[in-house]
């Protein structure tokens, strides 16, 4: 069941490879972070960034904790590219990287402050002198302010036919969000259920902020979309936040 669920999370979740390495290649190049070096595709899923980062002239390293998508990364590995299992808390490293880079959610998977601060501290130390690392993240008061309920969809791919209920709820103690996929789909003429769950944190950015000037990351800057190309406030459904070492 492992393989069907990066499928549909790979066709559920389309990365969008052309506008996110469009606007990596600017933010590095802003930071003077040079081709060449090696950067790190933290939380990278069934490695669908892998390749494109690599194209842009660097090193990949990704780290992935999840066995399923680890898996999948894993068979994407050649000379520039190399897969870790494991997530934040795992990254090895002093003054090694010209970035690490978690793309679409990664560090919202981490569930306490005590955590997020030490990945921010894990992070700097293996940060390369003037390396960058960059969180994109969910920003949770806008969705709560606009919020929708999921809808149920049917889709269809390599020849398995399937409906997804996704739900939403929320942990108000532990300020989590939990969202839930039950999948039912027919594979072989069998029919299957499978969940996956996942507690995100509901950070905001200001305790971003805060791990980020305590440890000593300096020119921060924000961003609401990957078609940004300008520092500026926060207001989207989306929090993106850079800062070089
Ligand atoms: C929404 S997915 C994004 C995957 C990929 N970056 C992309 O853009 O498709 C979030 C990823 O973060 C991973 N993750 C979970 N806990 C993590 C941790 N502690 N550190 C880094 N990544 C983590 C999940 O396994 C998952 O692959």
Known sequence: MEEV??????????????????????????????TGSQIVDMGCGPGSMLVALNGLGYKVTGYEPYQPFFEAAKQLE????EITKGGFLDIKG?????????????????????????????SYNALDHGGVLFLDNPN?????????????????????????KPVHKIDFHQCTWIHTDHFSFVKEGDAHE?????????????????????????NIKT???????????????????????
């Open 94 to 122: 002093v003054d090694t990287y010209g970035a690490i880079m978690a793309i679409n959610g990664p560090f919202s998977y981490l569930q306490s402050i005590n955590e997020r601060k030490m990945a921010i501290e894990l």
């Open 194 to 218: 499978i969940s996956t769950e996942h507690h995100l944190a509901m950070i905001q950015l200001p305790e971003i902020y805060s791990h980020l000037n305590a440890i000593g990351f300096k």
């Open 78 to 81: 050649n000379t520039d590219i």
């Open 140 to 164: 949770f008061p806008w969705i709560l302010k606009h919020y929708r309920e999921p809808l149920e969809t049917k889709f269809h791919i390599d020849g398995i036919e399937a409906i997804r």
């Open 223 to 245: 961003f609401n979309s990957y078609e940004s190309r300008i520092d500026e406030p926060i207001n989207s459904s989306r929090m993106m936040i850079a800062a070089q070492k």
């Open 5 to 34: 669920e990066y499928k549909f999370y790979t066709f559920l979740n389309p990365t969008q490879v052309e506008l996110k390495s469009a606007f990596i290649k600017w933010l590095l190049s802003e930071y003077n972070v040079s």
